[in-house]
């Protein structure tokens, strides 16, 4: 799934769900036609919120065969990317501002059969990914400063998401690139005309009345 690259890839956040009924998130993601399942992990110190781990994961893990996208909002992502690989993620996202050892997570993820990302503020320069494009399979650029769902897209972000789409040509690699924070039916024609495969939508898609529409719309290239 992570090599498709002909569509858009949707990936809702449960961020936006009711916590009361992960489940039923879950169902309303898959009846939407939506392609991936986002899930937040917050810490209370990498960013200002909580949210849950790996047991949710496992949980859900079992209603569901979806693809899971998890993004690590911790510090020292390393102590905790076993257990979301245990727990089922099918992607697991860390930020390179958390930890010193990027390039070795990367490795010990794909070494858990997993698909490995890596994810930037938006006050990192795009550049200092650099180096380990090479061993990320995603690479998740942040267009809001993470935490909370419905903040206003940073728009200066995208160019990170055009900077990546050409290092990746250039260099003849394969990662995804995806966009997070403020996606809507709006703000995604850009983030597609820059670059991004993966568009994650917390707030816009567990707001819509009708989320099939809303995903294929989004899908859409304007
Ligand atoms: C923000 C999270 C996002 C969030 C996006 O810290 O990483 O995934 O759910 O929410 P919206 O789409 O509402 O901006
Ligand atoms: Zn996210």
């Known amino acids: 799934m992570l090599d498709s690259m002909e569509k858009t890839i949707v990936a809702p956040s449960v961020l936006s769900a009711d916590f009361a009924d992960f489940g039923g998130a879950l169902a309303s993601i898959a009846d939407s036609g939506a392609d991936w399942v986002h899930l937040d992990v917050m810490d209370g110190q990498f960013v200002p919120n909580l949210t849950f781990g790996p047991k949710l994961v496992e949980d859900l893990r079992r209603l569901s065969s979806a693809f899971f996208d998890a993004h690590l909002m911790v510090e020292t992502p390393e102590l905790l990317a076993p257990a979301f690989a245990a727990a089922g993620a099918d992607a697991i996202t860390f930020h390179l501002e958390a930890t010193v050892h990027a390039h070795r997570l990367l490795q010990t993820i794909r070494g858990l059969g997993k698909k490995a990302g890596i994810s930037i503020v938006p006050s990192t320069p795009v550049a200092m990914l650099g180096d380990l494009l090479p061993y990320t399979d995603l690479v998740l650029v942040m267009t809001v400063n993470p935490g909370f769902g419905g903040q ?15 290092a990746r040509q250039k260099r003849g690699l394969a990662y995804l690139i995806a966009v997070d924070g403020g996606i809507h039916e709006q703000s995604a024609p850009a983030a597609i005309a820059a670059g991004a495969d993966v568009l994650v939508t917390g707030s816009a898609f567990f707001n819509a009345q009708d989320k099939a529409a809303f995903v294929r719309q989004l899908r859409e290239k304007k």
Do not use: G
């Open 152 to 166: 206003d897209i940073i728009p200066e972000c995208l160019d990170k998401v055009r900077f990546l789409a050409d």
